[in-house]
T-cell receptor, first 113, second 113 residues
Framework: EPEVTQTPSHQVTQMGQEVILRCVPISNHLYFYWYRQILGQKVEFLVSFYNNEISEKSEIFDDQFSVERPDGSNFTLKIRSTKLEDSAMYFC???????????FGSGTRLTVV | GESVGLHLPTLSVQEGDNSIINCAYSNSASDYFIWYKQESGKGPQFIIDIRSNMDKRQGQRVTVLLNKTVKHLSLQIAATQPGDSAVYFCAENGAGANSKLTFGKGITLSVRP
């Protein structure tokens, strides 16, 4: 069964450093998403991406965040200057149709120290 | 604001019993609902979904019921097994392509042997 792959599985970074979280969506999917989950809380939407541009973003997704699909297979989330409160699980998801059939990756646990 | 929420934070059931997990949503424009299961350290795993033009959908050992009148969604798990122990989330998708998923807070299902 096709999977969404995320790397690394765990990233530890110092406050103020830049991090890039990587995702390989399912190959024929057209819609891409990032969500995050702070420990013990619900999954929160960050951003959606379609046709090489951001479709929608949440209030969480401020100027410190950016997304890219640099080579037609990877989908990355960059946090420019990490804060302690950025510590969370970050999930990538993709879908073929945009409103149906989402597949989530296993997540990257980001720990900011 | 619009939200999706769950009535109970935890649910403990005896192995072999049926489990019912409930969810309330407030966005009457949502037309697609999904139940996800999340095991420790993993991403949300699709269980079952339902569109707003249906009120019931059955899968293997799982049934989702949708009551649009009271904006209520439930997940029924028949003959609950230890492997069903996890956190369960309901999620809704607003109408239209590329709509983000809004997740509920999550309920922990604990299966007693």
């Amino acid at each position: 069964e096709p999977e969404v792959t995320q790397t690394p599985s765990h990233q530890v970074t110092q406050m103020g450093q830049e991090v890039i979280l990587r995702c390989v969506p399912i190959s024929n999917h057209l819609y891409f998403y990032w969500y995050r989950q702070i420990l013990g809380q619900k999954v929160e939407f960050l951003v959606s991406f379609y046709n090489n541009e951001i479709s929608e973003k949440s209030e969480i997704f401020d100027d410190q965040f950016s997304v890219e699909r640099p080579d037609g297979s990877n989908f990355t989330l960059k946090i420019r200057s990490t804060k302690l409160e950025d510590s969370a699980m970050y999930f990538c998801a993709s879908s073929l149709q945009g409103n149906y059939g989402y597949t989530f990756g296993s997540g990257t646990r980001l720990t900011v120290v | 604001g619009e939200s999706v929420g769950l009535h109970l934070p935890t649910l403990s059931v005896q192995e072999g019993d049926n489990s019912i997990i409930n969810c309330a949503y407030s966005n009457s424009a949502s037309d697609y609902f999904i139940w996800y299961k999340q095991e420790s350290g993993k991403g949300p795993q699709f269980i079952i979904d339902i569109r707003s033009n249906m009120d019931k959908r059955q899968g293997q050992r799982v049934t989702v019921l949708l009551n649009k009148t009271v904006k209520h969604l439930s997940l029924q798990i028949a003959a609950t097994q230890p492997g069903d122990s996890a956190v369960y989330f309901c999620a809704e998708n607003g109408a239209g392509a590329n709509s983000k998923l809004t997740f509920g807070k999550g309920i922990t299902l604990s299966v007693r042997p």
